[in-house]
């Protein structure tokens, strides 16, 4: 199984992926969590100049660093992997490109959809959780010490948000949202209900 959790910044998908992978392994299943941009190697040095590089960064490049990153990580990472038969868990993936990217940055959805294929070798998620929450909310969990790409300001994440909703109106089998306005402890057992079908 291929699992992958997404959403906008302070949605707190990262806490549900820690607690979701702790549960699988309590009940004897392998897993791996991992996470894009940058899970290790070349990975980290691609996320470290996503996140912090403080130069001119256009949109398009941008989305390439992030394909980049995809393709070194599916096909080093993930896929072998899934071969061995290991649950990934995976903190974002391609949903995140087509709503950061395309609803937030306003590139052509469709194109980074494809773009998006080519990165994956089409390799897909079996499943992917999308937490949902207010801007008002999420941004607050964000804090005051953001990167690159939190501060892209409110009108951008809120395009991002309305972005993940249109991903899963358009894909309601593979995608499910849950609300992550409720406590920890309820959106756990959320995600276990999900994963458990
Ligand atoms: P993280 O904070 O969940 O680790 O994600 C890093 C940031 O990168 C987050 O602001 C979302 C952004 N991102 C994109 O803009 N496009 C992508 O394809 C991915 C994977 C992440």
Redesign the pocket.
């Known amino acids: 199984m291929f699992i992958t959790f997404e959403g906008a ?1 302070g949605c707190g ?2 806490t549900q992926i820690k607690l979701i992978d702790e549960y699988l392994r309590s009940k004897g299943y392998k897993t791996l969590l991992t ?3 940058g899970s290790k190697g070349l990975g980290e040095k691609i996320r470290e100049i ?2 912090n590089y403080d130069g001119e960064v256009s949109s398009r490049c ?1 989305s390439f660093l ?1 394909l980049a ?2 393709a070194q990580h599916v096909d080093c990472i993930i896929k072998p992997a899934l071969q061995e038969g290991t649950i990934v868990l995976c ?4 949903d ?2 087509v709503a ?2 395309g609803y ?1 940055r306003g590139l052509d959805i469709e194109e980074i959809k494809k773009l998006n294929a080519l990165a994956t070798g089409g390799l897909k998620p079996d499943l992917t959780i999308v937490f949902d929450v207010d801007i008002e909310t999420s941004q607050a969990r964000v804090g005051k010490n953001k ?1 690159r ?2 501060s892209a300001g409110i009108e951008f994440f809120k395009k991002v948000r309305e972005g993940f909703l249109e991903i899963a109106k358009e894909e309601p089998q593979r995608v499910k949202v849950i609300n992550s306005s409720d406590t920890i402890e309820n959106i756990h057992k959320k995600v276990v209900e999900l994963i458990g079908k």
């Not at 903190?91 to 391609?94: A, E, I, K, M």
């Open positions: 910044d998908k990262t996470r894009e941009p996503l996140l941008e992030f990153d995809r903190d974002r993936h391609t995140s490109t950061y990217q937030g990167d790409m939190e």
